[in-house]
């Protein structure tokens, strides 16, 4: 168990809806990091926060969009679904901002 | 442009063989780190290593080591003896620090570890 924890494990959706994915990072972790596995794409990192601040983005879509709360835990929106985003959406949690990352279980997505 | 290159799609080997997975990167940033992920078949992401684009010295973690070499813009991992639990998928990425962060991952490599 990494001490990362995400919810819910699996969702099921229709194109077109809104999901909110939530994470909460290892106790004392400032950073959260949010990627994306599919098939297609393979493995893609999304975003980065660090206590509070969005420290760097990487291949999000404009219809996704994340924050970090003050408790640090953190959500990730996904909206105007569509097949494609169906994927595997993993959350991590590190120290500091390029520490060891450990990463929760993942959220499952599935639109269809 | 950066980029990630692991020219091996999948390796099997025989239990107790040394394996190298290769991984091979562009930048022309001189900050940057260099990270190695394991993705069992369980599905869960593992985190390895990390290395500097600074500290070009070589680790050892038990069965686990890396080589780093700047001068071919290499970052390999080798497993000694590898066992059963070793089959996985291992993704290398390439992380800039420099301006603004970018994260570049490779494709990955699946090792098949065979009794």
């Known amino acids: 168990d990494s001490g990362v924890t995400q919810t819910p494990k699996h969702l099921i959706t229709a194109t077109g809806q809104r999901v909110t994915l939530r994470c909460s990072p290892r106790?004392?972790?400032?950073?959260v990091y949010w990627y994306q596995q599919s098939l297609d794409q393979g493995l893609q990192f999304l975003i980065q926060?660090?206590?509070?601040?969005?420290?760097a983005k990487g291949n999000i879509l404009e219809r996704f969009s994340a924050q970090q709360f003050p408790d640090l835990h953190s959500e990730l929106n996904l909206s105007s679904l569509e097949l494609g985003d169906s994927a595997l959406y993993f959350c991590a949690s590190s120290p500091g901002q390029q520490n060891e990352q450990f990463f929760g279980p993942g959220t499952r997505l599935t639109v269809l | 442009a950066q980029k990630v290159t692991q020219a091996q799609t999948e390796i099997s080997v025989v239990e107790k063989e040394d394996v190298t997975l290769d991984c091979v990167y562009e930048?022309?940033?001189?900050?940057?780190?260099l990270f190695w992920y394991k993705q069992p078949p369980s599905g869960e992401l593992v985190f390895l290593i990390r290395r500097n684009s600074f500290d070009e010295q070589n680790e050892i973690s038990g069965r686990y080591s890396w080589n780093f070499q700047k001068s071919t813009s290499s970052f390999n991992f080798t497993i000694t003896a590898s066992q059963v639990v070793d089959s996985a998928v291992y993704f290398c990425?390439?992380?800039?620090?420099?301006?603004?962060?970018?994260?570049?991952f490779g494709t990955g490599t699946r090792l098949k570890v065979l009794a």
């Open positions: 930048t022309r940033d001189t900050t940057y780190y």
């Open positions: 990425a390439l992380i800039i620090t420099s301006g603004t962060y970018k994260y570049i």
């Open positions: 106790s004392g972790d400032l950073s």
């Open positions: 926060y660090y206590n509070g601040e969005e420290r």
